[in-house]
C-alpha cells in the first residue's frame, strides 16, 4: 500500500504547481529516464531504427525526446486531480469534436481506436469531461497499487472502467449496446490469440476486440489521437469514423477491419514518432508459419 499512498501525497504537491513548472520538472525527469532507463531505451533506438529506416543518430534523437515527453506525462497524471473542464480545456484542443458526437447519435454506440501516444490518459480525461459517454477497456498494471490510482483518476474524470480479461467485459457490451463510447488502446502485442499482419513493417499480433465489438454492435470505429504540442499542451485529433464491412465471409472482414485500424495507428506514429511508446514489445510474439516457412 505505501506506493499507493506516496503516489497519493507526491500527486497533492504536482497539483499545487504552475503548469509551466510542471513540464519544466517532466523535462528534467526525463533526461534522467534516457539514462537510467538503459534497457529501455535502447530496445527503443533499435525499433525506431529498424521501423522507420533511420540512421541511429535520428533513432537516438526521437528516443531521447520520447523519454521527455514521458517524464512530463508522468508528472501530468499525477496533475489530473486538480483539473477542471475548464483547465482541461486549456491544455488539451479538440479536432473535429463532430466526427465523435456525430458517430455516438447514429445509437449503435462507438468503438474508440487510440494508442500509447503523449499523455493518453488526458485523451480520455479530456473527452470525459467534455461531456462524450465515454468507457474503456484497460489493461491492468503490473502493480495494483498504480492501477487503482490510475482508476480512481479516470473515473474522477468520469471515464468508465473496465479490466480486459475479465467478467467486467460483459459490462463492456452492455455500455456499447446503450450507446456509449467504449475505448480501445490497441497497439500492443496481442498474443498467440491476436491477428497477425504487418505493423511498422514487421508481422505482429495485433488485438481483435475494436473489430469484433464493431461487428456485433454494428458501432462505428473513430480513430483518437493525442499529441504533445511544441509550446505546451496537447491536441486530440479525432478522424472521420469507418466501420465493419459485411461481406459474408466473417474472418476476412474481422482482419480487413483490424487492419485497416493498424494501417490508421500507423500513419499516426510515422507522423509524431517522439509521441509513441517505442519500448514497448509489440513484436514479441513471434507469427505461426506456413508449412512452406512463410507468415500467413
Known amino acids: 500500500m505505501w506506493q499507493y499512498h506516496f503516489l497519493k501525497l507526491l500527486s497533492r504537491i504536482i497539483c499545487l504547481l504552475p503548469y509551466r513548472l510542471l513540464l519544466a520538472l517532466g523535462c528534467g525527469l526525463g533526461h534522467i529516464y534516457y539514462y537510467a532507463a538503459k534497457k529501455q531505451r535502447l530496445r527503443a533506438e533499435a525499433a525506431i ?9 535520428s533513432a537516438e534523437r526521437i528516443a531521447r525526446s520520447m523519454c521527455v515527453k514521458i517524464g512530463q506525462t508522468f508528472l501530468e497524471v499525477l496533475y489530473t486531480p486538480s483539473l477542471t473542464k475548464e483547465k482541461m480545456n486549456e491544455l488539451v484542443t479538440i479536432d473535429h469534436p463532430e466526427y465523435l ?3 455516438v447519435r447514429e445509437g449503435h454506440g462507438v468503438v474508440l481506436l487510440t ?9 480520455g480525461a479530456s473527452l470525459a469531461m467534455n461531456g462524450y459517454p465515454l468507457t474503456s477497456v484497460i489493461k491492468r ?13 479516470r ?11 475479465t467478467s467486467e467485459m460483459v459490462g463492456a457490451a452492455r455500455a456499447l449496446k446503450a450507446g456509449k463510447i467504449l475505448g480501445f488502446v490497441a497497439d500492443q502485442d496481442a498474443g498467440k490469440d491476436g491477428l497477425f499482419m504487418p505493423f511498422l513493417g514487421k508481422m505482429a499480433s495485433t488485438p ?8 456485433k454492435f454494428k ?27 459485411d461481406t459474408g465471409d466473417q474472418d ?27 519500448f514497448q514489445k509489440r513484436w514479441s510474439t513471434p507469427a505461426p508459419e506456413t508449412k512452406g516457412g512463410a507468415v500467413p
Open 49 to 57: 531504427r529498424e521501423r522507420l529506416e533511420v540512421d541511429p543518430e
Open 101 to 103: 458526437w456525430d458517430a
Open 115 to 123: 494508442a500509447h501516444m503523449s499523455n493518453w490518459e488526458w485523451l
Open 141 to 153: 498494471q503490473p502493480n495494483d497499487q498504480h492501477t487503482r490510482i490510475l482508476n480512481e483518476y
Open 155 to 165: 473515473e474522477a474524470a468520469g471515464i468508465e472502467i473496465f479490466a480486459r480479461g
Open 208 to 215: 481483435m476486440g475494436p473489430a469484433f465489438f464493431a461487428r
Open 219 to 245: 458501432a462505428p470505429v473513430v480513430p483518437a489521437f493525442i499529441t504533445r504540442k511544441a509550446e505546451g499542451g496537447h491536441q486530440v485529433h479525432l478522424l472521420p469514423p469507418f466501420y465493419y464491412e
Open 252 to 278: 476476412g472482414d474481422i482482419y480487413r477491419l483490424t487492419e485497416r485500424m493498424t494501417r490508421t495507428v500507423e500513419d499516426m506514429i510515422r507522423r509524431y514518432p517522439d509521441n509513441w511508446l517505442w
